[in-house]
């Protein structure tokens, strides 16, 4: 259960996200709906962002990560380390590189990443905080495995597929 009146959430020691954000990243939590911006929005420069956040909408977010693993990408606790009111736990997010990600073939194979978590519970055992940790690279470089399509380097395909003699 939920006490949205209090409830904070933090990825990686960030600022807090908004009530709306947090809403669906608990739900994104316990598997029924998702938010990539949520768990993928960074401060890297953007030669690093392999997805930039600030450009994609809820629904273009989804539609992403649908096209890239269309039999899902499933969410699961793997242990729990502590009792509550302050439990941590191990999860691990995965699926099968099935479908295009942003002009990168799939490669079939399974793309993972694994982190941890804190959630406190209030007596009632609602949930109240949530904070995760956790690589994004590990998921990006199964993602970015597969080899380029016209979609992410049209010029150097093209360059590529000419015949070398011909200017």
Partial sequence: MIYRKCLS???QRKRALNRRMMFFYLLFLVG???????????DLP??????????????SSHDVFLSAF????????????????????????????????KGHAPTGEMVEFCG??????????KAEYVELYFDPGELFSGLLKGPATSESQPEQLESSTRCPFQK
């Fill in 70 to 101: 269309p039999r899902g990408f499933a969410w699961e606790v793997i242990s729990v380390h502590s009792e509550p009111p302050l439990i941590a736990f191990k999860f691990r997010h995965w699926g099968f590189f099935e479908g295009p990600y």
């Fill in 116 to 125: 941890m978590g804190l959630l406190k519970v209030d007596e009632s055992l």
């Fill in 32 to 42: 029924l709906l998702g938010t990539y911006n949520a768990l993928l929005k960074n």
């Fill in 46 to 59: 953007e030669v690093f962002k392999y997805y930039k956040a600030e450009e994609e909408s809820f629904e």
């Fill in 9 to 11: 959430i933090t990825k």
